[in-house]
């Protein structure tokens, strides 16, 4: 089955810096890859997705660029704000049935 | 308009004890999922439905088992709880499956002791 994995784990940067989350992904006829934020006690929510006809997609400070030849997706945060902390998940599906996550990653964005 | 709803939200169980676990969406999705969140483990997938009367395995089903009766309802039962079952349980619908946006329930925070 697919494989995501999620670097890093944990990620801090200051406020107003970029931060930039690296998912990889095993199956080459995945083709939609979604980013949920999850804040703290809430639940994971949908912030951007792109699909494998697709290079890259923005809304405004973030942006998810997709490399189908190497199998990697990133998720990049630009003029962080406190806001911002929480866990990001990536994840990948090829089909309707199942969605594979990644293990996560806690940013923490220090004023 | 509710979206995804999860009840209850918080248990404490004892070791061999039963329970389920009731999700119910009311935005007419057909594919509804229940998933497991450990710390630095993800979500990971424990049963998923398709539509109203199916229900497939996931990543991790074992000590679970799920129905769907009814299209808005997504029931999870452990029938004899463990302590390696204390996680945080979360429900998740979509209108399209695994190629649209998942809507998350609020989570269901479960102690097994």
Redesign the interface.
Known sequence: ?ENVE?HP?TLSVQEGDSAVIKCTYSDSAS??F?W?KQELG?????II?IRSNVGEKKDQRIAVTLNKTAKHFSLHITETQPEDSAVY?CAA?K??????????TMLLVSP | NAGVTQTPKFRVLKTGQSMTLLCAQDMNHEYMYWYRQDPGMGLRLIHYSVGEGTTAKGEVPDGYNVSRLKKQNFLLGLESAAPSQTSVYFCASSSQGAQTEAFFGQGTRLTVV
């Open positions: 089955g999620q784990s083709n939609y979604p949920y809430k639940r994971p929510q949908l997705d998940f599906s089909g309707y049935s199942t969605l594979t996550f990644g293990k996560g």
